[in-house]
């Protein structure tokens, strides 16, 4: 399998090595279900509509409205919020890698350290809390649930894209520390065992200063 | 005390001026009524008294205390103008869900607020999206009124209700007041307003025209008469007590009478008239009233 990849032109093999399969390996086909574009859009799509439901949604809605005037503080129903969705997106990493093992049960393959899948399913988690953060901050400025779930949609979507032409074509590798998914590698976590620590601290910092910020301004703002 | 005392109350949206420099106060055990048309301020100065909109100047104190503490909402039932009800959930199920915000404090009226409102347990069982705007409504109003809350602040509270409901509101409004409770109410139907209230404030283009007894306001108010004359129109309706104008055409005379309508009514009934129209007043002609202008 490795004669037939020296084969091919070498984009083709930087994508299949890189962005797809790792290299054809076991683990670094177990690594691309971690990196399927429908593995990643059920992610990013149940971090878009949380956040975008969280407070555009709910002025949207007019609901706002109703549960604002119960004696409830604007930060406890922002950090409910916030740690239900956080929840949420740690569960479906947790989903992830129950997937993972199960598939190894069923087709025989070798066991995977734990370690292994511990971190890539917490850089998943931290890829899709990244994308919740942003629209949650669109969300807290943002009067309707489509529009904002539009702009992250967007965002995601483009930073995809941006990664993987980055990656194939070297004059746009300069962009690539600027896409959020460039911090998100299952395929080395699992040839490699390495999780970046430079991917955890940008993911982690895009996290805290969206939601720190969305934070802030809901407490601020007037409702509608 | 005060249940609500608004001191220059002021809100600007951009360069758009919603409030400016408004004043008044509610006392313990008031009906008060908010009186103005659409696009008035009324809705944003409940909005601000609920601390969901920020004031740009001026200041809002309930019982004394800030306006923005959440525990202050505790003692407060708020029921806003358009609201949406999570449509997947049943009536009894949004009641208890919205009960759950005040644990500690029981839901003592909601039995008697489904009964005097009708809300059938069919309804209760339904999910709300089934349920029409008037039964929606209905909800809203128990959903703000459960708990026996010491302020009531209700935006347009009896609309999409039927006369017979609007009935029992009113009734249940004037219990509360028997219990010691207030009640701050916004409207642009004078009717409704004058039905239930003590005092009234009237505010339009954002800015505080009156705050006045019901019984002043109905003193001041210059009201329209229309009659249509079987015969020749008497000459001496201008010269009428109470009656400030008059315009003639034909055998259609208007007259604009303010205070005691009984004069008026006792000349016209000593001729034969055709057609007697005696419109319920409209918040223009408050207005008019107020700016010394009359039609």
């Given at each position: 399998?490795?004669?037939?990849l020296?084969?091919?032109?070498?984009?083709?093999?930087a994508?299949?090595?890189?962005?797809f399969?790792?290299?054809?390996?076991?683990?670094g086909?177990?690594?691309?279900?971690?990196?399927?574009?429908?593995?990643?859009?059920?992610?990013?799509?149940v971090?878009?509509?949380?956040?975008s439901?969280?407070?555009?949604?709910?002025?949207?809605?007019?609901?706002?409205?109703?549960?604002?005037?119960?004696?409830i503080?604007?930060?406890?129903?922002?950090?409910?919020h916030?740690?239900?969705?956080?929840?949420?997106?740690?569960?479906?990493?947790?989903?992830?890698?129950?997937?993972?093992?199960?598939?190894i049960q069923?087709?025989?393959?070798?066991?995977?350290?734990?370690?292994?899948?511990?971190?890539?399913a917490?850089?998943?988690?931290?890829?899709?809390?990244?994308?919740y953060?942003i629209?949650?901050?669109?969300?807290?400025?943002?009067?309707?649930?489509?529009?904002?779930?539009f702009?992250?949609?967007?965002?995601?979507?483009?930073?995809?894209f941006?990664?993987?032409?980055?990656?194939?074509?070297t004059?746009?590798?300069?962009?690539?520390?600027?896409?959020?998914?460039?911090?998100?590698?299952?395929?080395?976590?699992?040839?490699?065992g390495?999780?970046?620590?430079?991917?955890?601290i940008?993911?982690?910092?895009?996290?805290?200063?969206?939601?720190?910020?969305?934070?802030w301004?809901?407490?601020k703002?007037?409702?509608? | 005390?005060?249940?609500?005392?608004?001191?220059?109350?002021?809100?600007h949206?951009?360069?758009?001026?919603?409030?400016?420099d408004?004043?008044?106060?509610?006392?313990?055990?008031?009906?008060?009524?908010y009186?103005?048309?659409?696009?008035a301020?009324k809705?944003?100065?409940?909005?601000?008294?609920?601390?969901?909109?920020?004031?740009?100047?001026g200041?809002?104190?309930?019982?004394?205390?800030?306006?923005?503490s959440?525990?202050?909402?505790?003692?407060?039932?708020?029921?806003?103008?358009?609201?949406?009800?999570?449509?997947?959930?049943?009536?009894q199920?949004?009641?208890?869900?919205?009960?759950?915000?005040?644990?500690?404090?029981?839901p003592?009226?909601?039995?008697?607020?489904?009964?005097?409102?009708d809300?059938?347990?069919?309804?209760?069982k339904?999910?709300?999206?089934?349920?029409?705007?008037?039964?929606?409504?209905?909800?809203?109003?128990?959903i703000?009124?459960q708990?026996?809350?010491?302020?009531l602040?209700?935006?347009?509270?009896?609309?999409g209700?039927?006369?017979?409901v609007?009935?029992?509101?009113?009734?249940?409004v004037?219990?509360?007041?028997n219990?010691?409770r207030?009640?701050?109410?916004?409207?642009?139907?004078?009717?409704?307003?004058e039905?239930?209230?003590?005092?009234?404030?009237?505010?339009?283009?954002?800015?505080?025209?009156?705050?006045?007894?019901i019984?002043?306001?109905?003193?001041?108010?210059?009201r329209?008469?229309?009659?249509?004359f079987?015969?020749?129109?008497?000459?001496?309706l201008?010269?009428?007590?109470?009656?400030?104008r008059?315009q003639?055409?034909?055998?259609?005379?208007?007259?604009?009478?303010r205070?005691?309508?009984?004069p008026?009514?006792?000349?016209?009934?000593?001729?034969?008239?055709?057609?007697?129209?005696?419109?319920?007043?409209?918040?223009?002609?408050?207005f008019?009233?107020?700016?010394?202008?009359?039609?």
């Amino acid at each position: 399998m490795n004669g037939a990849l020296q084969n091919i032109p070498p984009f083709m093999r930087a994508l299949i090595e890189q962005q797809f399969f790792g290299g054809l390996t076991q683990k670094g086909l177990l690594g691309f279900g971690w990196n399927h574009p429908i593995a990643l859009a059920i992610g990013t799509a149940v971090a878009l509509v949380f956040a975008s439901r969280a407070v555009a949604g709910e002025i949207e809605s007019g609901a706002m409205e109703l549960i604002l005037s119960q004696p409830i503080t604007r930060l406890n129903y922002f950090t409910g919020h916030v740690l239900f969705a956080l929840t949420s997106i740690a569960l479906m990493s947790l989903i992830g890698v129950c997937g993972t093992l199960i598939g190894i049960q069923v087709y025989s393959l070798a066991p995977l350290e734990g370690a292994i899948l511990f971190k890539v399913a917490f850089n998943f988690f931290l890829l899709h809390s990244t994308w919740y953060g942003i629209t949650l901050l669109f969300s807290v400025f943002g009067r309707e649930a489509g529009h904002v779930a539009f702009i992250g949609f967007l965002l995601a979507l483009v930073s995809y894209f941006v990664q993987v032409i980055a990656q194939l074509w070297t004059k746009a590798a300069f962009l690539l520390p600027y896409t959020v998914h460039t911090y998100y590698s299952p395929q080395k976590i699992f040839v490699n065992g390495e999780l970046k620590p430079i991917s955890v601290i940008v993911l982690l910092g895009l996290i805290v200063v969206s939601i720190g910020i969305a934070g802030w301004r809901f407490r601020k703002r007037d409702i509608p | 005390m005060y249940s609500v005392s608004i001191k220059n109350l002021t809100k600007h949206y951009g360069k758009i001026r919603a409030l400016h420099d408004v004043s008044f106060t509610v006392d313990e055990g008031e009906i008060f009524g908010y009186l103005g048309p659409n696009g008035a301020g009324k809705t944003t100065t409940l909005r601000i008294i609920m601390g969901l909109v920020y004031a740009s100047h001026g200041s809002v104190q309930i019982f004394g205390n800030d306006h923005q503490s959440s525990a202050i909402r505790n003692d407060i039932g708020y029921l806003p103008g358009e609201f949406h009800l999570y449509g997947n959930m049943t009536g009894q199920g949004l009641i208890e869900y919205f009960q759950q915000f005040r644990l500690q404090k029981p839901p003592v009226l909601r039995e008697q607020l489904l009964n005097a409102l009708d809300i059938q347990p069919s309804d209760l069982k339904r999910k709300v999206k089934f349920l029409s705007h008037g039964t929606k409504q209905k909800l809203g109003l128990v959903i703000a009124m459960q708990h026996d809350p010491k302020l009531l602040l209700l935006d347009e509270p009896t609309t999409g209700l039927d006369p017979l409901v609007q009935k029992s509101f009113r009734e249940i409004v004037l219990d509360r007041i028997n219990n010691r409770r207030t009640v701050f109410f916004s409207s642009h139907v004078l009717s409704e307003v004058e039905a239930v209230c003590s005092r009234v404030a009237i505010l339009r283009a954002g800015e505080l025209v009156a705050v006045e007894s019901i019984e002043n306001l109905r003193n001041k108010m210059v009201r329209r008469l229309q009659v249509r004359f079987h015969g020749s129109v008497p000459g001496n309706l201008a010269s009428v007590p109470g009656v400030t104008r008059s315009q003639i055409m034909g055998k259609e005379v208007t007259l604009w009478i303010r205070g005691d309508v009984n004069p008026i009514l006792r000349t016209i009934a000593q001729t034969e008239v055709e057609s007697f129209i005696f419109p319920e007043p409209e918040l223009e002609d408050i207005f008019l009233t107020y700016y010394n202008r009359e039609g």
